[in-house]
């Protein structure tokens, strides 16, 4: 029997029209048979024993699946509900402390209703994201919350046609995939160094992790530090120091001495994170240099240690708690089929002054 279905010559051509995200309940295994002409049956054995179907067959629903991004349901056929009661998140570490009290938050508001957090580390060089992003929507979670906004086309496509609620977090774009809760990182950059303009310093640098979002921060910061007159005549950047991310307290000790043996005359400086501050106090510290005297220091997370650090840390606070409870919020309602009020939200940050700046 030939599976093709001969009144439609061109299969792949046009593309499956886009699905309603609440209502198609993503795309199905009949959408891509449709798209490769071929039956249902026929589209999973190609899937699931390619050897059973010809080369040609085979190579139409591979077609069709790049096509629409169809990710095989893992759980088809084995639950009676379509609900898994599972939402995954993924974050780029978990020695990344400045995200735990949104993991943390996540996980109990999440429980109040009635789900159950599963939690994927994608990293940040070479990272996995997509590979994870597959083997999530497979196993069809009931929402996904991610850290930041920078999707590659292939998982951003995959994440379209699953119809499974999304959150995107730590960031802010007009277009997100689908719910938004985050900040500006460029903000944080400017409002950092004009904060430190404003407490009379001229000389300043930046020591950064090498993570998009971090960098986008430190640019913001260095044009506006530049703009303000706070950095050498004749100079278009201010110093700064490059670490891998994720960062250590080492990483802080060793961006200090490597910046003022280069930069002497450097007088405050802005850290990616509380992490590599707190190895710059220490260093700052072993080498006799006063804070705030002579150096201003800032940082970003405000983690819980930051507040009791001699001196205490200056540092950007961003709400990891309300990101967890409206991330958890959103899908919740969201897989109730409400209507999601105020689906991209910008939390902003506010800067914790303290003795270090």
């Given amino acids: 029997m030939d599976d093709t279905d001969t009144n439609n010559p061109n299969p792949l051509e046009p593309p499956l029209a886009r699905r309603s995200r609440r209502k198609s309940g993503g795309t199905t295994l009949r959408d891509v048979a449709k798209l490769a002409g071929v039956a249902p049956i026929t589209a999973s054995r190609a899937l699931n024993t390619p050897n059973a179907v010809s080369e040609a067959i085979l190579l139409r629903v591979r077609q069709a699946v790049e096509q629409t991004g169809y990710v095989p349901n893992m759980l088809a056929g084995g639950l009676a509900s379509r609900k898994s009661r599972l939402v995954a998140a993924v974050i780029p570490t978990i020695s990344g402390n400045v995200f735990l009290e949104m993991v943390q938050s996540l996980t109990s508001a999440l429980a109040g209703y009635g789900y159950q957090l599963m939690l994927g580390q994608s990293g940040y060089e070479d990272s996995r994201e997509d590979e994870l992003l597959e083997t999530i929507i497979g196993r069809r979670p009931d929402g996904v919350v991610l850290t930041g906004i920078m999707r590659s086309p292939q998982g951003r496509q995959r994440l379209l046609t699953s119809g499974i609620p ?90 200090l001495r490597e910046l003022l043996a280069r930069h002497p005359d450097v007088d405050a400086l802005f850290c990616s994170s509380d992490m590599v501050a707190l190895g710059v106090l220490t260093e700052a510290q072993a080498m006799g240099v006063a804070v705030p005297g002579q150096l201003a220091v800032v940082g970003l997370g405000d983690l819980s240690f930051s507040r009791d650090l001699n001196p205490a840390l200056t540092t950007v606070r961003i709400d990891g708690a309300r990101i967890g409870s409206t991330a958890a919020r959103f899908i919740f309602e969201r897989s109730e089929e409400r209507v999601v009020q105020d689906s991209i939200l910008d939390i902003g940050f506010s800067i914790m002054e303290r003795e270090s700046a």
């Fill in 166 to 255: 999304v959150v995107e977090t730590w960031d802010l774009t007009p277009n997100p995939i689908d719910m938004l809760i985050g900040f500006s990182h460029e903000k944080v950059g400017e409002a950092v160094a004009r904060y430190l303009y404003g407490r009379g310093r001229r000389r300043v640098a930046t020591l950064s992790a090498n993570d998009q979002r971090a960098m986008r921060r430190m640019k913001a910061f260095s044009d506006t530090a530049v703009a303000l007159g706070m950095a050498m005549p004749g100079e278009t950047t201010v110093p700064g120091w490059v670490v891998s991310a994720p960062t250590n307290v080492g990483m802080g000790r060793a961006g």
